[in-house]
């Protein structure tokens, strides 16, 4: 089942599907080891702006040790989390503190990009100006509890009428996606704001203490998973993904999920339309088609961003990555060079129309003030 897309902004789909279906080939023409800057008896930090055990968390720690391998002078990466404000204090630091050397580097999610698009007065960080060396799309997998008695998407409008406890960071981050999603779907849902991250709201969830959750792929496969093989929790649905035409179709890491789209056909009888779902597409794009990337700060010297964006190639295109990197991240694409250059301006770009909607609909639903 298949959506189309027809009032999707259709330049920024346009740039946007350029990129992601472009395959990352571009390798070993980039420069070589011996004309790079050496990173040699250093110490790298990268910071993650959430609580370990999180989507973002898991990304980083699978990647650091490969940049630590293919970066010139093989330096220690030490993966360092900052929670905070959904992911704007560690952002706001980042802005402060890091420093323009290679040493320094900082890894965003959904909920960095999110508050930058909607004007968010915590926001003090301008991501635009930062430095992307990589950029990955990701997916998002809806779950419950078993207790709620139902056993798959099919069943979820038994659920509408039923308070259901969601735990969230705050209504403006990467949890916009999902509310917009279960409003969509007329599910009761009551928001347990002031999580650190998608990890923590996880961590309430296997404490009985919210009903529904959302993690993105690579959290989903190593901490979600087990629970749904010990039946602890019922997977439902998928974000889905955006196809070479412009089309959500289904995760290929999660094929047999429905995602949101199907699913509003099986509650309502008909194709998603409307401005709800039109907003909900445009920030499913800036949270998701580069839900994850690594940074450089502003100012750093462009040999010194050559040589990360050179690393990147080599440690994407080093044997078994790909097998790898789909047991822990999920199959998508890896974005290097010009590829995570490209995508994430088009992340980060919204219309104002957009926004203004976003803004209002926070602000009578949420009590959001920007």
């Given at each position: 089942m298949k959506i189309k897309l027809s009032t999707?902004?259709?330049?920024?789909?346009?740039?946007?599907?350029?990129?992601?279906?472009?395959?990352?080939?571009?390798?070993?023409?980039?420069?070589?080891?011996?004309?790079?800057?050496?990173?040699?008896?250093?110490?790298?930090e990268w910071v993650v702006p959430f609580k370990e055990g999180g989507g973002s968390d898991t990304w980083a720690r699978f990647f650091g040790p490969r940049f630590s391998q293919h970066l010139n002078?093989?330096?220690?990466?030490?993966?360092?989390?900052?929670?905070?404000g959904g992911s704007t204090k560690g952002a706001n630091r980042f802005e402060r503190r890091g420093k323009a050397n290679g040493l320094?580097?900082?890894?965003?999610?959904?909920?960095?990009?999110?508050?930058?698009?909607?004007?968010?007065?915590?926001?003090?960080?301008?991501?635009?100006?930062?430095?992307?060396?990589?950029?990955t799309p990701t997916g998002a997998v809806v779950y419950?509890?078993?207790?709620l008695g139902i056993k798959n998407a099919s069943e979820l409008a038994k659920l509408q009428g039923q308070k259901l406890k969601f735990g969230s960071q705050r209504a403006a981050s990467m949890d916009l996606v999902g509310?917009?999603?279960?409003?969509?779907?007329?599910?009761?849902?009551?928001?347990?704001?002031?999580?650190?991250?998608?990890?923590?709201?996880?961590?309430?969830?296997?404490?009985?203490?919210?009903?529904?959750?959302f993690q993105t792929t690579s959290a989903y496969l190593k901490k979600v998973q087990p629970l749904v093989d010990e039946g602890k929790a019922v997977p439902?649905?998928?974000?889905?993904?955006?196809?070479?035409?412009?089309?959500?179709?289904r995760d290929p890491t999660f094929p047999d999920l429905p995602h949101v789209g199907e699913v509003y056909e099986m509650i309502h009888g008909k194709k998603p339309t409307g401005v709800e779902y039109n907003v909900w597409k445009t920030f499913f794009v800036a949270g998701f088609a580069a839900q994850k990337g690594l940074f450089l700060p502003k100012g750093t010297p462009d040999d010194v961003i050559a040589s990360w964006r050179s690393a990147a190639?080599?440690?994407?295109?080093?044997?078994?990555?790909?097998?790898?990197?789909?047991?822990?991240?999920?199959?998508?694409?890896?974005?290097?060079?010009?590829?995570?250059?490209?995508?994430?301006?088009s992340a980060l770009t919204i219309s104002e129309t957009d926004k203004q909607w976003v803004r209002n609909y926070l602000t009578e639903n949420y009590n959001a003030r920007f």
């Open positions: 999707f902004a259709p330049n920024r789909l346009k740039a946007m599907l350029v990129v992601l279906a472009a395959t990352s080939g571009i390798s070993s023409a980039y420069a070589n080891n011996n004309e790079e800057v050496s990173f040699a008896d250093e110490r790298v002078g093989k330096p220690v990466v030490v993966v360092k989390n900052i929670p905070g320094n580097v900082f890894s965003t999610s959904a909920s960095t990009q999110i508050p930058y698009l909607l004007g968010d007065s915590r926001v003090r960080y301008d991501v635009k100006r930062w430095n992307v060396i990589m950029a419950v509890r078993p207790e509310l917009l999603a279960f409003d969509m779907l007329d599910l009761d849902i009551h928001a347990i704001f002031g999580m650190k991250g998608r990890g923590s709201a996880r961590l309430s969830f296997e404490r009985g203490e919210v009903d529904i959750d439902l649905m998928s974000f889905g993904v955006l196809n070479k035409e412009g089309k959500i179709v190639q080599r440690v994407i295109d080093q044997d078994n990555f790909k097998e790898e990197s789909e047991l822990v991240l999920g199959q998508y694409p890896q974005l290097v060079h010009e590829d995570a250059v490209n995508t994430l301006n």
